[in-house]
């Protein structure tokens, strides 16, 4: 039943009724880009060190992607990067790791509540429920009051947990009829804006510029 709610809140419909609490966490987290498991089968640690700590925002965000793959790299200064799109990636490989050290945990937590970029406090929101500790709680359910595209990440990252308050905010997002028509809608935007063909292309080249790679 309880998946079911959550679906039915961010997707304006009743969806995955069978999904898998995990699997839900999951899609909360949106996984920005992809990772293909052949690269990062070809980078050794050195070399992702050094990829984390690159000048290039765009080398610090793929180098992010590949440590979600490898739960035993240090993503705490990934989530004091000073570009956002990098602290946003590397809260969802956070989440990716499903365990973190303390440190990291509070950093989340700061940081889905206190960012000024929307999308890192959603990204931290949903990075917190697939971690699925109970010290996340109150950031998630903060979240629930954010704005729609955050508060759509943060509902979904209440499936892990059980509580009185889980129970209530829940309740709140499935008896405001506009409220969910807002968050399916922001669901239906970060989709439009950020998993689209176009995107993708003008990742890659962003990439491949500061690499050097397109100057002739």
Same mark, same amino acid.
């Given at each position: 039943?309880?998946?079911?709610?959550?679906?039915?809140?961010?997707? =304006?419909?009743?969806?995955?009724? %069978? &999904?898998?609490?995990?699997?839900?966490?999951?899609?909360?987290?949106?996984?920005?880009?992809?990772?293909?498991?052949?690269?990062?089968?070809?980078?050794? *640690?050195?070399?992702?060190?050094?990829?984390?700590?690159?000048?290039?925002? %765009?080398?610090?965000?793929?180098?992010?992607?590949?440590?979600?793959?490898? !739960? =035993?790299?240090?993503?705490?200064?990934?989530?004091?990067?000073?570009?956002?799109?990098?602290?946003?990636? &590397?809260?969802?490989?956070?989440? $990716?790791?499903?365990?973190? @050290? *303390?440190?990291?945990?509070?950093?989340?937590? $700061?940081?889905?509540?206190?960012?000024?970029?929307?999308?890192?406090? $959603?990204?931290?929101?949903?990075?917190?429920?697939?971690?699925?500790?109970?010290?996340?709680?109150?950031?998630?359910?903060?979240?629930?009051?954010?704005? @729609?595209?955050?508060?759509?990440?943060?509902?979904?990252?209440?499936?892990?947990?059980?509580?009185? $308050?889980?129970?209530?905010?829940?309740?709140?997002?499935?008896?405001? !009829?506009?409220?969910?028509?807002?968050?399916?809608? &922001? %669901?239906?935007?970060?989709?439009?804006?950020?998993?689209?063909?176009?995107?993708?292309?003008?990742?890659?080249?962003?990439?491949?510029?500061?690499?050097?790679?397109?100057?002739?």
């Amino acid at each position: 039943l309880r998946l079911r709610q959550l679906q039915l809140i961010c997707d =304006g419909r009743q969806r995955h009724a %069978g &999904a898998r609490r995990k699997e839900l966490c999951r899609y909360a987290i949106g996984e920005p880009q992809r990772v293909h498991h052949e690269f990062e089968g070809q980078l050794g *640690d050195a070399h992702l060190a050094a990829a984390l700590a690159d000048p290039a925002p %765009g080398v610090r965000r793929r180098a992010v992607e590949l440590a979600a793959l490898r !739960p =035993g790299t240090a993503l705490l200064p990934s989530l004091a990067d000073p570009d956002p799109t990098v602290v946003e990636v &590397a809260a969802w490989a956070c989440g $990716e790791h499903e365990v973190v @050290p *303390d440190e990291t945990l509070h950093r989340l937590i $700061e940081l889905a509540t206190s960012a000024e970029v929307a999308l890192v406090r $959603e990204a931290c929101v949903a990075a917190l429920g697939a971690i699925g500790d109970e010290r996340g709680l109150t950031a998630i359910l903060a979240g629930c009051a954010d704005s @729609p595209p955050v508060r759509r990440r943060a509902v979904l990252a209440l499936a892990p947990f059980e509580s009185d $308050e889980v129970e209530e905010a829940i309740e709140r997002a499935l008896s405001n !009829p506009g409220d969910r028509r807002e968050i399916a809608a &922001a %669901g239906r935007q970060h989709t439009i804006s950020h998993h689209t063909y176009e995107v993708r292309v003008r990742q890659l080249v962003e990439l491949l510029d500061e690499r050097g790679l397109l100057r002739g």
